[in-house]
């Protein structure tokens, strides 16, 4: 991999196929939504999607027919309530049956440390006493060689494509986080492709700091320059969360009609420019 | 002060039950109110822990996710969220995690995962997020959760996160050194657990509340210890902060968009 | 453990035992020499030494005869050649046996790790077709159960104490590292108790980056401010690294009496006191 | 240009295997000196990194140690060791990697632990550091070493790291797909390993050099490939630019106390 500027449109076309392991990671902070709305718009279908917390980006990529699996540890609205369109999918099979794979968060945390390191499987001490391990085969137990300790393992996360937003890239490519970082740094690391969305395209880095959480552009894919591209989600230092959309979601996405109605309008009919405005708007 | 809801005196209980020193993992919701307001009022020194990776948080309104800007903002230092489950929640330096759920059982296990079969669910719940490693890597864990028959039942439908297993030395038999759910603090009553069998049985119970109405809301065959106290009512100040910090929460939430 | 500020001699008198295992970390940046030489000083014995790069810091506590053992991964004086007491120790037994116990640097970056993340053992892609194996008992190898490949474990290092230098604590006790930060911070999370000196106190840390390396006061022991503590190697933004004196320690420590003089006369019948003198000599 | 010494020769015949889009992982002395010549040469953006953390580094003057402050200041980023080895060289994000030997045979397998008995040594040396697991995580290694009997031997005394192991597909059977040491550059000539055999042949030799002189400084039998090219001589401005170098570094260590 190595850095290439680009259109969103571009990123997504020559980065995602249909059937494709998906990552699209930020945690609460920097949730790549402008690239969920391309990647509905362009139509990809049979996707296995990755992330701890689907949250409202996957809601709506499931919702939208995109998605054969979830591989997961929380879904939720977070602070708000339910993720309409991931339960109809799992209870009602609508749009279609989602097949589901459950882990715990620290096991999604150190599957994808564990795919950022090169290694098969991660190995940690979790799941002890906890029913995940009946019901999801990709659990497993092995012992410390050393102590005789049971110890779970799952196995590593190496997407096909991983999608992060960021707050900057420098004109060569590196990318830099701030804030909470989430596990962004490893899914890139862990995939094969990457897409990333930034706030900003700078000249240089130079006042960064020594150990900031950055990617050299040697190790990142796509870059797109997506103002606002994390709505309703935030970008420290850019604009806020936008709480008050979170807690509309919930009344759009309960209804299948009304939620159909709304990606329409604001995804097919939308594109990555229209997430300007929405920065504006939540000013931090 | 007689002047408070129950869900107030549930938060209050449960911040009382926070130490100066604690180093606490913090959910959201409930267990995000009670360790603000004991930050707040007589733990200014408390660190709180999100589970987005920031380490000593002082939110001045409550956060809607558990990765609200303001966390970052007045952290001591955010981490990577691997860093965070390995080297701080799994490397045992958290001192109390506080966990709710959609169904516990008397021995503290709990489920947030589904309600009816796995496969076949009637409700599919969140998950278990962090809670799995939280319920068995912070030094204890602090329930906190409304009565309802619904809620704390005789068997729950998934074992999301272990409490105290079957009871008696049923944790520790799964390599669990941590002591697990120490108090269990609800709109009614505090229960903490048999020194034995394990099983939660009431130890105080809130001003006004019968037993009646603590039997009424839960599901399983309630014990009571043989010497009851009566849970201390919220402070003037604990609930003055509390409604400000919820004032200011509502306010900053509804002020967008 | 908590933050307690406290004299170099009484962090160590109150932290160190004989036979302790003693973790003093600092890759090339920050070692902590003057908590060396307060070890040696204070007579310390059989302590089982643990470093990645066992470097001019423990060819003196080893000359000095504080060692029992040494667990590391590479032994020598960077860019300069071999250290002359580790060698005669080895070799000779001078000033008595010393046993050892070898790994590469992969492995201990990944042990420490482990011993911070309170794990048992560390699984790595290791020493593949490596002969260390044969002669360390603590190398096993276990299999992914999920792909069956291959993996190295190690045991996690848990250490009694952990020593290291920062350039900051503020005075509630959080630290502060800057630059290269090698594996300080696992080595503090790793072990039981800790002992950090620092630079300078600071009154806060309000400027400092959201995502700086940092050990909050809570899960460090004992601080103690020694200005150029880490001299002959250097600390980011303070002191530039003594290249000539890693170059004359070649000199001093062949001979085992011009070494024991040395000893005698800057460790000794010196101080935590004279390191600031250092600092100023080597300013950045 | 003929002024120049053998080791001039190696390193600028080093240097020049390097190209502009390689991700280097860079251990002191010779690799050091090759790297950062390639980086002021004809692979300006060639990203170097040193094992204590620093990645994407540009140094004015050669580092004593691997980490020298300079390393910090004038890099992209720094890391952690344990990521470093972790998410950066196991994770296979590392194209070409440099080692040298106390002793090397045939296959490309170094030794850099002991001379003699592993416990009962003639002489000790620094051991693996780095080098295990560089020989196996890195897309290709290259092995820089001054050419002697005593370092070029038959059989070497412990295997530090792994080359071609016995040769053919050994390197293999250990589970490691990278490719290996894809030449071994000396100050007499450039070897390669055999297609098949992965023994190392001489495929080219450094002007003015002779077979007898090969043969001489290398203690297993010296394979010759049919057609053997002369290594190009370095460059003016190579010279130039490795002597300033040199220079440049050699007053910043000694400009000290």
Same mark, same amino acid.
Not at chain 1, 79 to 92: E, K, N, Y
Not at chain 1, 257 to 279: C, Q
Not at chain 2, 21 to 30: E, L, N, Q, R, S
Not at chain 2, 75 to 95: C, D, H
């Given at each position: 991999?190595?850095? &290439?500027?680009?259109?969103?449109?571009?990123?997504?076309?020559?980065?995602?196929?249909? *059937?494709?392991?998906?990552?699209?990671?930020? !945690?609460? @902070?920097?949730?790549? @939504?402008?690239?969920?709305?391309?990647?509905?718009?362009?139509?990809?279908?049979?996707?296995?999607?990755?992330?701890?917390?689907?949250?409202?980006?996957?809601?709506?990529?499931?919702?939208?027919?995109?998605?054969?699996?979830?591989?997961?540890?929380?879904?939720?609205?977070?602070?708000?309530?339910?993720?309409?369109?991931?339960?109809?999918?799992?209870?009602?099979?609508?749009?279609?049956?989602?097949?589901?794979?459950?882990?715990? @968060?620290? /096991?999604?945390?150190?599957?994808?440390?564990?795919?950022?390191? *090169?290694?098969?499987?991660?190995?940690?001490?979790?799941?002890?006493?906890?029913?995940?391990? &009946?019901?999801?085969?990709?659990?497993?137990?092995?012992?410390?060689?050393?102590?005789?300790?049971?110890?779970?393992?799952?196995?590593?996360?190496?997407?096909?494509? /991983?999608?992060?937003?960021?707050?900057?890239?420098?004109?060569?490519?590196?990318?830099?986080?701030?804030?909470?970082? *989430?596990?962004?740094?490893?899914?890139?690391?862990?995939?094969?492709?990457?897409?990333?969305?930034?706030?900003?395209?700078?000249?240089? !880095?130079?006042?960064?700091?020594?150990?900031?959480?950055?990617?050299? @552009?040697?190790?990142?894919?796509?870059?797109?320059?997506?103002? *606002?591209?994390?709505?309703?989600?935030?970008?420290?230092?850019?604009?806020? &969360?936008?709480?008050? !959309?979170?807690?509309?979601?919930?009344?759009?996405?309960?209804?299948?009609?009304?939620?159909?109605?709304?990606?329409?309008?604001?995804?097919?009919?939308?594109?990555?420019?229209?997430?300007?405005?929405?920065?504006?708007?939540?000013?931090? | 002060?007689?002047?408070?809801?129950?869900?107030?005196?549930?938060?209050?209980?449960?911040? #009382?039950?926070?130490?100066?020193?604690?180093?606490?993992?913090?959910?959201?919701?409930?267990?995000?109110?009670?360790?603000?307001?004991?930050?707040?009022?007589?733990?200014?020194?408390?660190?709180?822990?999100?589970?987005?990776?920031?380490?000593?948080?002082?939110?001045?309104?409550?956060?809607?996710?558990?990765?609200?800007?303001?966390?970052?903002?007045?952290?001591?230092?955010?981490?990577?969220?691997?860093?965070?489950? #390995?080297?701080?929640?799994?490397?045992?330096?958290?001192?109390?995690?506080?966990?709710?759920?959609?169904?516990?059982?008397?021995?503290?296990?709990?489920?947030?995962?589904?309600?009816?079969?796995?496969?076949?669910?009637?409700? #599919?719940?969140?998950?278990?997020?962090?809670?799995?490693?939280?319920?068995?890597?912070?030094?204890?864990?602090?329930?906190?959760?409304?009565?309802?028959?619904?809620?704390?039942?005789?068997?729950?439908?998934?074992?999301?996160?272990?409490?105290?297993?079957?009871?008696?030395?049923?944790?520790?038999?799964?390599?669990?050194?941590?002591?697990?759910?120490?108090?269990?603090?609800?709109?009614?009553?505090?229960?903490?657990?048999?020194?034995?069998?394990?099983?939660?049985? $009431?130890?105080?119970?809130?001003?006004? $509340?019968?037993?009646?109405?603590?039997?009424?809301?839960?599901?399983?065959?309630?014990?009571?210890?043989?010497?009851?106290?009566?849970?201390?009512?919220?402070?003037?100040?604990?609930?003055?902060?509390?409604?400000?910090?919820?004032? #200011?929460?509502?306010?900053?939430?509804?002020?967008?968009?």
């Amino acid at each position: 991999m190595v850095a &290439r500027f680009m259109s969103l449109k571009e990123a997504v076309s020559s980065s995602v196929r249909h *059937g494709d392991t998906v990552a699209m990671e930020g !945690f609460t @902070h920097l949730i790549p @939504h402008a690239c969920g709305h391309e990647i509905i718009r362009q139509g990809l279908r049979d996707l296995t999607l990755i992330r701890m917390t689907p949250d409202v980006i996957y809601d709506q990529l499931i919702g939208a027919g995109c998605a054969r699996k979830l591989i997961f540890s929380w879904g939720g609205n977070p602070g708000v309530g339910s993720l309409h369109r991931l339960r109809d999918a799992v209870q009602d099979h609508w749009p279609h049956k989602l097949e589901i794979e459950e882990h715990s @968060h620290a /096991a999604m945390a150190n599957a994808y440390d564990a795919g950022a390191a *090169g290694l098969p499987c991660a190995v940690f001490k979790g799941y002890r006493g906890a029913e995940l391990p &009946r019901v999801n085969p990709n659990i497993k137990f092995i012992e410390c060689p050393f102590t005789g300790e049971r110890l779970a393992a799952v196995p590593a996360i190496r997407p096909d494509v /991983a999608v992060v937003h960021a707050q900057k890239a420098n004109k060569k490519g590196d990318v830099l986080f701030e804030g909470i970082v *989430g596990v962004q740094k490893e899914a890139v690391l862990a995939a094969k492709k990457s897409i990333i969305t930034v706030e900003e395209i700078v000249d240089n !880095f130079d006042d960064v700091p020594f150990n900031a959480v950055m990617l050299p @552009h040697w190790a990142v894919g796509a870059i797109v320059e997506v103002p *606002g591209g994390a709505h309703p989600s935030y970008a420290q230092g850019y604009y806020k &969360r936008d709480n008050a !959309f979170y807690k509309a979601w919930d009344e759009i996405a309960k209804d299948r009609d009304s939620f159909a109605a709304w990606i329409d309008e604001n995804v097919i009919k939308g594109g990555p420019e229209d997430f300007a405005a929405r920065r504006n708007e939540n000013r931090a | 002060m007689t002047d408070y809801t129950a869900t107030e005196m549930m938060t209050v209980t449960a911040a #009382r039950a926070l130490k100066n020193d604690d180093v606490c993992f913090v959910g959201i919701g409930m267990p995000s109110a009670a360790c603000n307001l004991a930050r707040l009022t007589h733990a200014p020194d408390i660190t709180l822990i999100y589970e987005s990776g920031t380490i000593g948080t002082k939110p001045d309104v409550l956060p809607l996710s558990i990765g609200d800007g303001e966390l970052c903002e007045t952290a001591v230092n955010t981490v990577s969220v691997p860093e965070m489950f #390995r080297y701080w929640l799994q490397g045992g330096k958290i001192s109390v995690g506080f966990l709710g759920a959609a169904q516990l059982d008397k021995y503290g296990n709990i489920n947030t995962t589904v309600i009816g079969d796995y496969f076949d669910p009637k409700v #599919r719940l969140p998950g278990g997020g962090g809670a799995p490693e939280i319920a068995t890597s912070c030094g204890e864990i602090f329930l906190v959760m409304k009565q309802s028959k619904r809620g704390f039942v005789e068997k729950i439908d998934f074992v999301t996160s272990l409490g105290y297993g079957k009871g008696g030395d049923d944790r520790a038999s799964y390599g669990v050194t941590t002591r697990g759910p120490s108090r269990l603090i609800t709109d009614l009553c505090i229960m903490e657990p048999h020194p034995v069998g394990k099983h939660f049985i $009431v130890t105080s119970i809130h001003p006004g $509340v019968t037993r009646e109405q603590i039997i009424e809301g839960t599901g399983w065959e309630v014990e009571f210890a043989d010497e009851i106290a009566e849970t201390p009512t919220p402070g003037t100040n604990e609930l003055t902060v509390l409604r400000d910090l919820h004032a #200011r929460t509502a306010k900053a939430h509804e002020g967008q968009q």
